[in-house]
C-alpha cells in the first residue's frame, strides 16, 4: 500500500472516492483523524484525514447496512474515553474497513509547521541547556529526517459529495 501524497501532482485540492474507513482516532474532545484507503488507477493507497466531530457523525451516517453500529460505537468510546488519543480499529476479519459507497471526499493537503506555504523566513537561536543524560546516549537519538517540499499524508476534508444515479 502507498501513501496517498506521493500519487499526487501538485498540491491542489482534488476528489478520492472508494474510500474505506480502517481506523478512527480521537485526538482530543474536539478533533479526530480518520485513517482510511483509497483505490484508484489500479493503485491502493492510505491517508489521514483530519475533521471535526460533526464531519465524523456524517461519514458514519453514510456507511450503508453499518451506519447505526458505527454510531453506537463511537458513542460509547466517547463516553468511557479517559486517556487522549484513543483508537477504533477497522481492519480485521471479524472488523472489516468500512466502506463509504457512493461518497467523493474533497481533501486538501496540509503542510509541516515550516513548509513551502511559510511567507516569512525567521532565524531562530537556540542554546543547548545542559541535559541529566549522559553524552553517550545523545548519540543514540537522530533527528528524523523528511523533506518539507512535500506536504504531509494527512488532509483536511473540504467538503463530502454523494454520487447521483440517473
Known amino acids: 500500500m502507498e501513501r496517498l501524497i506521493d500519487a499526487l501532482a501538485d498540491n491542489a485540492d482534488f476528489f478520492v472516492e472508494q474510500v474505506e474507513i480502517t481506523a478512527i482516532v480521537f485526538d482530543n474532545t474536539n478533533d479526530v483523524t480518520v ?10 493507497y492510505f491517508f489521514h484525514l483530519g ?3 460533526q464531519s465524523l ?3 458514519l451516517r453514510l ?7 458505527l454510531q ?5 468510546a466517547l463516553a468511557t474515553v479517559t486517556e487522549w488519543p484513543c483508537l477504533l480499529e477497522y481492519n480485521t476479519s471479524e472488523v472489516p474497513p468500512v466502506p463509504l459507497p457512493g ?7 496540509t503542510y509541516p509547521a515550516n513548509g513551502p506555504d511559510d511567507d516569512e523566513e525567521e532565524e531562530i537561536s537556540f542554546m543547548q541547556l545542559p541535559s541529566d543524560t549522559d553524552e553517550s546516549e545523545e548519540d543514540e537519538y537522530e533527528e528524523e529526517e523528511f523533506d ?3 506536504p504531509h499524508n494527512i488532509f483536511y476534508l473540504e467538503g463530502i459529495f454523494l454520487r447521483l444515479e440517473p
Not at 485513517?35 to 491502493?44: I, K, P, R
Request: net charge negative.
Open 51 to 53: 475533521l471535526q466531530f
Open 57 to 59: 457523525d456524517l461519514l
Open 63 to 69: 456507511a450503508g447496512d453499518r451506519a447505526e453500529t
Open 72 to 76: 453506537e460505537q463511537v458513542a460509547e
Open 148 to 150: 518539507e517540499e512535500r
Open 35 to 44: 485513517w482510511a484507503t483509497t483505490f484508484f488507477d489500479n493503485t491502493l
Open 103 to 109: 461518497v467523493a471526499l474533497k481533501l486538501a493537503c
